[in-house]
């Protein structure tokens, strides 16, 4: 039954005026995708969430749908220029390879990434299928020079002798290219052709016209980009991504072709110290006075990793010397702060001033008496005189003289 398969050139031939098996230019890819068998290169994928996979083909759309953060993660590089659309490919080739290396073959996640890239309609898209065309019917004597010209990004657009608008089936099964890439007719070698067509891909995407400037790599760890450290931040956490940024600018660099520029390390000591929370550089001040435990330490020869100089000194690392502070730091100091705080003080006691006793008077006779009553206020006549208000009682006095100097 399969002897008679002609993988459908009868189908082709049946839409050509002229009875040949043509096919688009654009569906080069999808015939070179169709050279990886998911039961050869992804057998842990033939029933992929209960829906049966036989190639690349039709693996790309399941992929797009069950995983669907790294699907865009694969697709951003396309919307990047220069140092970012690299930082990009390295994020997605990073992820896609952590997930599926382990059960997908290299070939497989290569051609992975070219048909995500070519389904889309960005410019670049138009280059890989132009691209895959002219490499099937490219010698392999002229390999490297297509190689550098998908590097080379003021290259012309490729073109070949089999570039057309529509190519014969047979003869696309015939060229070098399809000959390379075939497990069954080069199994030796077929890896690594699939291996140059990724460089080849890689290079088309990544390649700009656009001109990266020195400070434009350099941005990530420039003082007005690098963040703090935070309050909950540990030191580890701080230099993990101060590495990682660096290592950016490392990448960057060596993209455009600048990596003399790279400063030294040692030169991002003063930023380190800006950007270090405040506390622990109180803790590290503290400790370095006479009689600290970094007392020994000289700033002079702190660097960012312990070295040995040439005079038999050995450098300090200021990693070293924060993650010394910030162990003083990750102490619980709270019951010597209760105990060193000032003990409350007791309730303040406001006293009302008392009105002086006034000795009573002792009333002459009946008069007296009668002049001693209170008529000015609310106190009562029997009430002792002592008690009475100074209104009152001035007013008694006054009675008494009266009553002396006028005895009717």
Known sequence: MWSTHDGGSHAFSSLSPTGASVIPAAAVFTFAAALLPVCLFAPSYELWHKEPVSSLVSFLPLFMKNSAALYALALAPLRLEGAECHSALRDAIVQVFA????????????????????????????????????????????????????????????????????????????????????????????????????????????????????????????FEVFERQGDDETVAAFFSRFTLAHAGVTAALAVAGKSDRLPHIDTYLEMIWKKINRRLLVAVKAMMRPGGSLSHVDLRYVTFQRTALANGLVTTSIQDILVEASRTLDHDLGDIDVALSAAPKPPKVTQTPTVPAVPPAVPADAAAAAAASCCCCRCRPCCPTAARCRRCLGQVRKRQERVSHDPS
């Open 99 to 222: 997930t599926y290396g382990q059960s997908c073959h290299q070939a497989f996640l290569y051609g992975l990434f070219m048909g995500v890239w070519s389904a889309t309609m960005n410019p670049r898209a138009a280059e890989i299928k132009l691209f895959m065309q002219v490499y099937m019917f490219t010698e392999d004597l002229y390999l490297p020079a297509l190689l550098q010209q998908c590097l080379d990004p003021h290259a012309p657009a490729s073109v070949s002798p089999g570039t057309a608008q529509m190519l014969d089936l047979e003869a696309l099964k015939l060229s070098p290219g399809f000959r390379r890439l075939n497990v069954y007719s080069n199994p030796a070698g077929f890896s690594a052709a699939w291996s140059f067509l990724w460089d080849c891909v890689l290079g088309i995407v990544a390649r700009t016209a656009k001109k990266v400037s020195v400070a434009t790599c350099l941005a990530p760890l420039t």
